[in-house]
DNA sequence: TCAAAAGTGTTCGTTTTACACCCATGT
DNA sequence: ACATGGGTGTAAAACGAACACTTTTGA
């Protein structure tokens, strides 16, 4: 076990990769942000979008270009969802994998740049078949999602920076994919303390209108 | 971004570590399991056990490799704890380190592995300093293992086969570095259903004696 | 005037917290 | 007999779940 920083060069090394699980809301669903892959193996299967960590740049900071390299989205919060290491996870060559998830305003972001990369959005709870653990990914995303929801308020990249209470509410429905009592859900957001009223109102949607809300503060865990 | 396989072998690879985070459990503290580095950079520096992944294991099987070497324990159930990917964070070279935590029965393992590998237990609320960025690796273990105590048994493999309340007792407020009440803690663990007490008492701490308890069934998330 | 969505309080059961005394035994 | 740690129940508060009617307004 005494060895010299020549102990560092006689290990493996591998390629390390991201993948990125990116939510967005649009029409009251979760939606999830793939793309058709373009190289082999499994060319033309559906794919998280992701990438190869390089030399210069921490995984998170990866993990960041990949989807702003999509989304021409700047400041995205990431968090990481856990590492994927098996063997042959990935048939093309031993990759080891670190997944992030991110919540984004599936508005905000440029069109062009996902019909670019042959990616799109799909419903959460329709069925989509992805490639290797990229399920799994989505999984394990999905319910550090759920958790976090329950306890501080997500939201503020899925929504719009204006939004009414009845779509926030939505929002919670679509996480949970459940329905969930309005009176009930107001009066945990109220107590929460992190919204501010808006004198505006939203007539988008109902004749009577909807009061505007928006997010206080970024409170980041 | 067409490619063929190619596109893998021009990528940079890396060296990927794992790194243990051991919690053990003794004299009514929580005790984290360290080493004396034994290489350069940093050689003598209280270090997490870790080492390095190859070829033929799995990210996972990496870490238990490391574990087992340590204790010669096998069977240990041990979970990710994040993923750390700075550039800089360990200065002798780049290397992404995943970190794992696992909990183990500080009296079942092999004394003497420990201290071939210069290893010991520290008091996990006493001051200790290790190297490069290991102290937010115990941090986060120590926040996913509050989180989980809260949930369901832990404990399963810090506390002996057969234990007492006062025991399991002094685990839990160690964990959450505080006073339980006695009458509310046993109320919460019987609700819980997961214990089965014996008929036999255990005297050595105090002269009334406390009924030894042993987990039902193996729970795993 | 009516359809459609927004908004608003109360009750009930469950869970969590706080709290104090008796028990068994070895010395 | 007494000191030591083991064991037990109850009342108050906080929290979560269920539930129905009024308001506004555009068509």
Redesign the pocket.
């Given at each position: 076990m005494t060895q010299n920083s020549t102990y560092y060069s006689s290990q493996n090394s591998f390629l390390v990769a991201v993948d990125c699980v990116i939510f967005g809301f649009k029409d009251n669903k979760i939606r999830l942000l793939v793309h058709k892959r373009a190289f082999e193996p499994a060319v033309g299967g559906l794919s998280l979008m992701g990438g190869f960590v390089s030399e210069n740049e921490s995984v998170l900071q990866s993990a960041i270009r990949v989807l702003s390299n999509l989304t021409s989205l700047k400041n995205i919060y990431m968090e990481q969802v856990a590492v994927y290491g098996e063997i042959n996870r990935d048939p093309g060559a031993r990759v080891v994998s670190c997944a992030f998830y991110a919540l984004i305003d599936i508005s905000a972001h440029d069109e062009s740049l996902l019909v670019q990369n042959n990616a799109f959005w799909v419903n959460i709870n329709k069925s989509y078949e992805l490639i290797f653990d990229h399920p799994q990914m989505v999984e394990d995303a999905l319910k550090i999602l759920r958790n976090k929801a329950a306890i501080q308020p997500i939201g503020f990249n899925l929504m719009p920076d204006k939004f009414?209470?009845?779509q926030l509410q939505s929002l919670y429905e679509a996480i949970y994919d459940q329905a969930l009592?309005?009176?009930?859900f107001?009066?945990?957001i109220q107590s929460m303390d992190f919204l501010v009223k808006l004198k505006e109102v939203d007539?988008s949607?109902?004749?009577?209108?909807?009061?505007y809300y928006q997010f206080k503060d970024i409170i980041k865990d």
């Open positions: 009414t209470l009845p009592d309005k009176r009930n107001r009066k945990k007539k949607s109902s004749k009577k209108g909807a009061f």
